[in-house]
């Protein structure tokens, strides 16, 4: 497994969560890395992505405001952090990894990430 997502959970409306996603992947630092969800009957969806400086983050605007992408290159970690969270966010998230060759590239089209998580759970209740 290249991509292992964890931090999903049960949490009430309003609330917090915090998801990891750790990458063997080589030459981490030149992968985008993006989180994408799937909600229950519907597609498939990009949430937010990073490039692999950091410097540049992008995020759908059902999430901007309330969720952070960051990562953490000396331990080829991902995270996501989502704060306010509605039940609309319910849904199974994956970590996803695009090899771009540069640090600098934030955002990649979804057949670029090539390299998938299993995915982790995350519920919200009302």
């Known amino acids: 497994v290249q991509l292992q997502a964890s931090g999903g959970g049960l949490v009430q409306a309003g609330g917090s969560l915090r998801l990891s996603c750790a990458a063997s992947?080589?030459?981490?630092?030149?992968?985008?890395m993006a989180w994408f969800r799937r909600a229950p009957g519907k597609e498939r969806e990009f949430v937010a992505s990073i490039s692999g400086n950091g410097e540049s983050t992008y995020y759908a605007d059902s999430v901007k405001g309330r969720f952070t992408i960051s990562r953490d290159n000396a331990r080829n970690l991902v995270y996501l952090q989502m704060g306010s969270l509605k039940p609309d966010d319910t849904a199974v998230y994956f970590c996803?990894?695009?090899?771009?060759?540069?640090?600098?590239?934030?955002?990649?089209?979804?057949?670029?990430?090539?390299?998938w998580g299993q995915g982790t759970q995350v519920t919200v209740s009302s």
């Open positions: 992947v080589q030459s981490f630092s030149k992968h985008t």
């Open positions: 996803a990894a695009a090899f771009v060759g540069s640090y600098r590239v934030g955002y990649a089209s979804e057949y670029q990430f090539t390299k």
